[in-house]
C-alpha cells in the first residue's frame, strides 16, 4: 500500500480568518476587533476563534448589540490611528449601520481631502441555504460595491480567505469582508468541502481587486463568487461529462472588480454565464455582463446569461428556498439554452 | 507505533452522536503532536480533535460519518 506524503494543512475559512487575525494582531499593536459574541465565544461563524484568549478584552472587544455604536466607534478609532477588525454578525443587519458605513468610512478620506486614512475591515456572514429566513440569509453584494470609497472582497476557500483578510488589514482603505456562512467551515450550516484547502501557515497576502481563473476551459467562461464558484465548478464538472470545456473565475474581490481578467477569458470561449447568490436586477451579474459588452461585443457567439436569485424576499421553507437558490442544474441549463 | 486517534469519552456530556465535520489534514500527510486534524461537531457545538503523536496520518472515518465518544477516527504511524 503506498502512502502519500505531504505536509498538507487544510483549514476551513472560519480558522483561516482567524489564523490571519491573529498573526497581524501580534505584528501590529494598532489591531484590535470588536463585534458581538466575538469574543470568548470566538465569533458565531468561528471566525475570531481563540483571539480572546490570545489577546484578552482590550484588543477583542465583545460590543453591545448595537451595530450603529460599534460600527461608529471603528470608524473613529481608526481615524485615530488604529486598524479595527469589526464584525457585523449579519450583513443583513447593516440597515441600522449604514450611516456610519457608507457616509463616514466610506467617504471621511475624500471629505479630509486626504489627509485621513480610515482603516477599518468591517468582515460580515452572507448567504443562506439552512433556512434562517429573508432577515438572515442575503449577500448583498452589490449593496456594498455600488457605493464608491470602500473595497470589497469575499473569498471560497481558506486560502483566499486568509491572504485576503491578511491584505484587507494592511490596506489603508475601508475594506468590506464578505464571508459565505455555507463556506464556513461551521458545520451546523452546511459545510462545502471544496473550500476547506490547504492554508500556509506563514503570514502572506492574496491581493485584492484580482480574480482567479480556478478551472480553465474553451467554451464558456463561468463566472462567480462565493458559493457561486463552487456551483460554476460543479457544473463545469457536468458539462465536462458531456463534452462541454468550462472556465471558471472566482472574483475573489468586487471593488476593485478585475474586468480584465473576465474579458480575457470571454475573448477566448466567445460565452459568459455569471452566477451570484445575490438578487438579480441592478447586481453583481449585471455589472460583469455589462463591462464585457462594453468591451467588445463582437467576441459574444451568444448573448449572456446570468444565474442569481430571484427578486423576492428569501424564503424561510427549506423547498422554497432551495427552489430560489442558484445551483449547478441551473448553471447547466442556461449553457444549454446558449447553444441551442 | 501507531497511536490511534480517539474522540474523548469526556468530549461531551450526554450520550449522542456526533459528526465528523473535516478532517483538517489528509492521508498520508505529517502532523505534529497537538495540531488540529479533524473538527467534530455534536449537535450545533463543534470541537477540535487533536493528533495524539507526531507522524503521518491514517483516515478511518471519513467527513460526514457519525461518530460516538471513544470512536477510533484515525490513526498516527
Known sequence: MTTVTSNVRKQTIARAMAEAIAQEMRADPRVFVMGEDIG???????????????????????????????????????????RPVVELMFVD??????????????????????KLSIPVVLMTATGGGYSDAGQHSQCLHATFAHLPGMKVVAPSNAYDAKGLMISAIRD????????????????????EPASIVHVPEEAYTVPI????TVREGRDVTIVGITSGVHHAL????????????????????????????????VRKTGRLIVVDEDYQSYGVTGEIIASVVEADISMLKSPPKRVAYPDIPIPFSRPMEQWALPNPAKIVAAYESMVK | ????????????????????????????????????????????????????AEGRVRILKKADEIIRKGDVIGRIE
Open chain 1, 172 to 191: 489603508d482603505n475601508p475594506v468590506i469582508y464578505l464571508f459565505h456562512k455555507a463556506l464556513q467551515g461551521m458545520g451546523w450550516l452546511g459545510t
Open chain 1, 209 to 212: 481587486g484580482k480574480a482567479a
Open chain 1, 40 to 82: 470568548q465565544l470566538g465569533g458565531v461563524f468561528g471566525n475570531t476563534r481563540g483571539l480572546f484568549e490570545e489577546f484578552g478584552p482590550e484588543r477583542v472587544r465583545d460590543t453591545p448589540i448595537s451595530e450603529t455604536a460599534f460600527i461608529g466607534a471603528a470608524v473613529g478609532a481608526a481615524t485615530d490611528g488604529m
Open chain 1, 93 to 114: 443587519f447593516f440597515g441600522v449601520c449604514m450611516d456610519a458605513i457608507y457616509n463616514l468610512m466610506a467617504k471621511n478620506t475624500y471629505f479630509s481631502g486626504g
Open chain 2, 1 to 52: 507505533m501507531a497511536v490511534d486517534i480517539i474522540v474523548p469519552k469526556d468530549l461531551w456530556e450526554e450520550e449522542v452522536e456526533g459528526v465528523i465535520v473535516a478532517w483538517l489534514t489528509e492521508e498520508g500527510a505529517s502532523v505534529r503532536k497537538g495540531d488540529v486534524v479533524a473538527e467534530i461537531m455534536v449537535k450545533k457545538v463543534q470541537f477540535d480533535i487533536l493528533a495524539p
Open chain 1, 234 to 265: 460543479k457544473a463545469a464538472e457536468q458539462l465536462d461529462q458531456k463534452g462541454v470545456s468550462a472556465e471558471v473565475i472566482d472574483l475573489r474581490s468586487l471593488v476593485p472588480l478585475d474586468r480584465e481578467h473576465v474579458i480575457n477569458s
